[in-house]
């Protein structure tokens, strides 16, 4: 059975920084693209980051660049993101996903295969 568990969320003041985590069992980790999607308020589901299966290229929508880092852990089954700088507009149910190989379309749901339940960040003014 193939599980994917974030942690790690939680309420920020605007500035700070938080650290996800999402553990992934019942499948081979280091076969998979994993990527980060988030969900604010009221809008749809939208990508954030990914990095390869090999973990050697990552991929960054523009609005977290510069403030966010995704990496992987292959040891331990888990990907991470670190989140720093986070401002109010980060607030939303943070996903992780896992995705087969290398993807035509990192930024794409459809590639991803396997989904986390999400993990709620609130960033306050």
């Known amino acids: 059975q193939v599980q994917l568990v974030e942690s790690g969320g939680g309420l920020v003041q605007a500035g700070g920084s938080l650290r996800l985590s999402c553990a992934v069992s019942?499948?081979?980790?280091?076969?998979?693209?994993m990527g980060w999607f988030r969900r604010a308020p009221g809008k749809e589901r939208e990508f954030a980051l990914a990095i390869s299966w090999s973990g050697h290229s990552t991929y960054y929508a523009d609005s977290v660049e510069g403030r966010f880092t995704i990496s992987r852990d292959d040891a331990k089954n888990t990907v991470y993101l670190q989140m720093n700088s986070l401002r109010p507009e980060d607030t939303g149910v943070y996903y992780c996903?896992?995705?087969?190989?290398?993807?035509?379309?990192?930024?794409?749901?459809?590639?991803?295969?396997?989904w986390g339940q999400g993990t709620q960040v609130t960033v306050s003014s």
């Open positions: 019942g499948l081979t980790f280091s076969d998979y693209t």
């Open positions: 996903a896992a995705g087969y190989g290398a993807l035509h379309d990192y930024h794409g749901e459809n590639e991803y295969e396997w």
